[in-house]
């Protein structure tokens, strides 16, 4: 069967997808806790288990010593809270990735959906919520810019007055997501620059930007105080993001320059290894988005 990509999990939703699964998929216990420190706010995105079970997911991730599960619908915020964990990025109407903030007939929709989710998704402490740009569609990256500022200033008192962050995410249009107009990351900041408001930011993606523009490093660097939420996935194929030879713990590595090697061959890894130590004092999720090697707990 072909592997269910994210647009199809974000479009269907989370319980309509998980209902037409079929029940190959297993939940083992993890062996242990693969987060011992905690000094970072790991998370792991919720589409890329979605065949395993939702209480079995949650209970394994809480065993492995991870505080989070990223991108769940407005039905699971309160699951995961039975088992200590919350939602580190929820779904909540804030459009699609074909249809964004970029086309001004959008916007309605979105502000009805978010003056409705976001007070939720603050008594349930979701930190934030997600929102996309949109295809280009033929548009100008100019009147695209107008309507995406337009749209996001309409909703951001509302996120504000609840402390709840509206997070547009930046995706490539090279091989996952043709059309996407939010493809670079100086589309996306200048227009958070613009909007000017402490509760609405990017999510950056390391996976999508390497594609897109590499410069990982100097980009976070840079444009830190407009990411909101980092995402990992290794180039190509959306697989880890660990050093060839090297021990990881939790998904990211314990000696970051201990392989020279992959300091050339895998830029996503040194990104990675960047993000641990920023992550010691950003305090932002940073969730592992990245295709598993089996539907299990053992493979996360």
């Known amino acids: ?10 479009t269907a939703g989370t319980a309509a997808f998980l209902a037409g699964m079929p029940n190959g998929a297993t939940a083992a216990q993890p062996a242990g806790r693969a987060v011992t420190k905690g000094r970072l706010k790991q998370s792991v995105s919720r589409w890329c288990y979605a065949k395993i079970p939702m209480p079995e997911f949650c209970q394994a991730v809480a065993g492995m010593g991870l505080t989070a599960i990223d991108l769940l619908d407005e039905p699971d915020w ?10 580190s990025m929820g779904n909540a109407g804030g459009g699609t990735i074909r249809d964004g903030l970029n086309v001004k007939a959008n916007h309605d929709a979105i502000v009805r ?6 007070p939720k998704a603050k008594s349930l402490q979701v930190p934030n919520v997600i929102t996309f740009f949109g295809n280009r569609k033929g548009m100008t990256d100019e009147e695209a810019t107008a309507n995406c500022i337009e749209g996001l200033n309409r909703v951001k008192g509302i996120a504000e007055a609840n402390g709840v962050t509206i997070c547009v995410e930046l995706l490539n249009s090279k091989v996952d997501h043709k059309d996407y ?6 589309f996306g900041v200048d227009i958070v620059k613009a909007v000017g408001s402490p509760r609405v930011k990017l999510l950056y993606d390391i996976y999508h930007m390497q594609i897109m523009e590499g410069d990982l490093i100097r980009t976070i660097r840079d444009n830190h ?12 194929g959306r697989s880890g993001v660990r050093g060839p030879s090297c021990r990881a713990r939790g998904g990211m590595p314990t000696r970051p320059y201990s392989c020279s090697r992959s300091r050339i061959r895998n830029p996503i890894w040194i990104a990675a290894t960047w993000l641990y130590v920023l992550g010691s004092w950003l305090p932002v999720y940073m969730p592992c988005e990245m295709w598993p090697s089996a539907q299990t707990i053992e493979s996360a």
């Open 1 to 10: 069967m072909d592997p269910i990509t994210r647009r199809e999990a974000l």
């Open 78 to 87: 309160s699951v995961v809270r039975d088992f200590g964990l919350v939602c």
């Open 113 to 118: 959906n978010f003056e409705k989710s976001i």
């Open 181 to 186: 107009q939010g493809d670079r990351s100086k």
């Open 225 to 236: 105080e407009y990411f909101a939420h980092f995402h990992t996935g290794g180039v190509p």
